[in-house]
């Protein structure tokens, strides 16, 4: 807004613009239409904004956001709880959540193994994985971390180490080529793994 | 985020969905990131946004967003006070300011002439513009609503009312092909304008 508004307005703007996917041209917007919003939904925000750290915790089972010792989906019977799918983070949950084919619970990682940011086995949630499979009738495990080095390397220790421990059913994601992707900009890598990993139709 | 996280995340995510430009996707990431800020960016953005509307008011002498009796243009020695533009709104200042070829000040309407909407002379500002030029040594003034029909007919009716009370010199922003765009999507109305205002060139 290069000085031309109130401070407090570049000030927000500013703020808002550090928040992913928001450049400073959409910031500039969003701080001046919240001068069009009521005043009483200005204070709501604040107040949800001013509170959300002392509000948000960890799910106690399975590492998800939330606001009591247990997750909304942690805490749903109608879930089935003997499949777990195990993210990185509570990011990830909302994408496998919203593709309707799982009715299962979650278990946050809370990152990847990372050798070069000094991430290892004890800086993630696994132990409690171990535990939670040990202590509750689990029948399957999906690793569902992303696709890319340390994704995989986390999902290829995971399976080894729950292998070794568990007599229980333990999946991979399908990775392939993205639906509604025309072949032509599948990079080489995927490319491969789609014919490697080939499905017989008939 | 369809039940899956707390409340108070959905809740900053519904508020930051009705923003301009952010759809649900953007604001949930929005409001996920928000947990990685520090609580006292938190307390910060909580603040300002509890304390936008009462902290921001017009400017008294052009109608831009001002936190004091004068806009940062209006208190700025270094602008040329005799050459005004005028905007429909202060969210127009910001375009015409970036562009650099503008060291005017404005005048912000606060709308334009809208009859089906009851908009008419009288809810803008145009008494205002016609007492700052009466009182002041204004050069020239340069009608920079936007170019619809509601726009033109604001532009139309200040021309008319300004060149009947003050010899003073009246502009209208050229309109015709933006730059940098291609002539095969210019639609029929902008393209016979283009022809129309077209400039000799030797």
Chains 1, 2 share one sequence.
């Not at 204070?43 to 915790?57: D, H, T, V």
């Not at 940011?117 to 499979?133: F, K, T």
Request: with cysteine; glycine share 6%; proline share 4%.
């Amino acid at each position: 807004m290069s000085g031309i508004y109130p401070k407090s307005l570049e000030e927000v703007s500013s703020l808002l613009c550090s928040l992913p996917g928001i450049g400073k041209r959409t910031a500039d917007r969003m701080a001046l239409s919240l001068l069009d919003w009521e005043e009483s939904e200005l204070i709501r925000l604040s107040n949800l904004i001013g509170s959300l750290k002392e509000k948000i915790r960890f799910c106690q089972i399975c590492g998800n956001l939330a606001e009591s010792r247990e997750c909304a989906i942690c805490s749903d019977p109608k879930r089935d709880h003997q499949l777990i799918c195990v993210v990185e983070t509570p990011r990830q949950i909302s994408v496998i959540n919203k593709c309707g084919r799982f009715n299962g619970v979650f278990h946050v990682l809370g990152g990847r193994l990372s050798p070069l940011d000094d991430i290892g086995v004890d800086s993630l949630n696994i132990n409690q994985l171990l535990e939670r499979i040990r202590e509750n009738d689990v029948r399957e495990v999906i690793l569902s971390t992303s696709p890319d080095v340390e994704g995989e390397a986390t999902a290829a220790y995971l399976a080894e180490e729950l292998s070794r421990n568990f007599a229980i059913a333990i999946s991979r994601i399908a990775l392939g080529i993205p639906l509604g992707s025309d072949l032509m900009f599948a990079d080489a890598a995927t490319m491969g793994m789609a014919i490697d990993a080939r499905r017989p139709i008939r």
